[in-house]
């Protein structure tokens, strides 16, 4: 599904951590906020605005949140495979900002979460789609801007996010609780 990384010290590694510390040296402090806000579900919840009241919130909150964990132990077992360095392990002029743990850089874990967090929102919200998409790829090109990641990591964080999202939301299980989601809130 997703390509290997580069070797370390290759020209194609170099190429990303080249596009690392140029997004490091033009970062603007709205950046820096922006990268430094928490990823989770509260995190979309101005795209989707008072449509929130229109389902049940809390049933959206749990069906998410499950969906958010087992994705996340898929993903950390991807990430022990490659066990690629994050930029600011490989490079001291490297300033990470926010969540800057020397754990594996690739794929980004955060870009997988922010593509499936908006999908299943867009199933639930289909009118605000582009927007949650949007906010999705800003939040995963939001970790080569804080430096804990390459962009190789976002594209391809995003890709799985991607699979993941196509085989939760096509399992019986979401789709029966994404109706009663929706019905709830419109009775």
Request: glycine content about 6%; overall charge negative; hydrophobic content about 40%.
């Given at each position: 599904?997703?390509?290997?990384?580069?070797?370390l010290?290759?020209?194609k590694?170099?190429?990303?951590m080249?596009?690392v510390l140029?997004l490091?040296e033009t970062r603007?402090?709205?950046?820096?906020?922006?990268?430094?806000?928490t990823?989770d579900?509260?995190?979309?919840?101005p795209?989707?605005?008072?449509?929130i009241f229109?389902?049940d919130?809390?049933?959206?909150?749990?069906?998410?949140?499950?969906a958010i964990?087992e994705v996340r132990?898929?993903?950390?077992?991807v990430?022990?495979i490659y066990d690629?360095p994050r930029?600011?392990?490989i490079?001291s002029?490297v300033?990470p900002?926010?969540?800057?743990?020397?754990?594996?850089?690739y794929?980004s874990g955060h870009?997988i979460?922010?593509v499936?967090?908006?999908?299943?929102?867009a199933?639930?919200f289909p009118e605000k789609?582009?927007?949650?998409?949007?906010?999705?790829?800003?939040?995963?090109?939001?970790r080569?801007v804080?430096?804990?990641h390459?962009p190789m990591d976002?594209?391809e964080?995003?890709?799985?996010g991607?699979?993941?999202?196509?085989a939760?939301?096509?399992g019986?299980v979401?789709?029966?609780t994404?109706?009663?989601?929706?019905?709830?809130?419109?009775s």
């Amino acid at each position: 599904m997703i390509k290997d990384p580069p070797a370390l010290g290759t020209p194609k590694f170099h190429e990303e951590m080249s596009t690392v510390l140029w997004l490091q040296e033009t970062r603007t402090p709205q950046q820096t906020k922006f990268v430094e806000t928490t990823l989770d579900l509260e995190r979309f919840a101005p795209v989707v605005g008072d449509a929130i009241f229109e389902v049940d919130g809390p049933a959206l909150k749990v069906l998410i949140d499950n969906a958010i964990d087992e994705v996340r132990a898929d993903y950390d077992a991807v990430k022990g495979i490659y066990d690629y360095p994050r930029p600011f392990e490989i490079s001291s002029a490297v300033e990470p900002l926010g969540d800057a743990r020397p754990v594996a850089s690739y794929p980004s874990g955060h870009s997988i979460r922010a593509v499936v967090y908006a999908r299943l929102l867009a199933e639930i919200f289909p009118e605000k789609s582009n927007e949650l998409m949007d906010l999705a790829t800003r939040i995963g090109h939001g970790r080569v801007v804080a430096g804990v990641h390459y962009p190789m990591d976002v594209s391809e964080g995003q890709k799985l996010g991607h699979a993941y999202a196509d085989a939760i939301v096509a399992g019986p299980v979401f789709q029966q609780t994404a109706s009663q989601i929706r019905a709830a809130g419109s009775s």
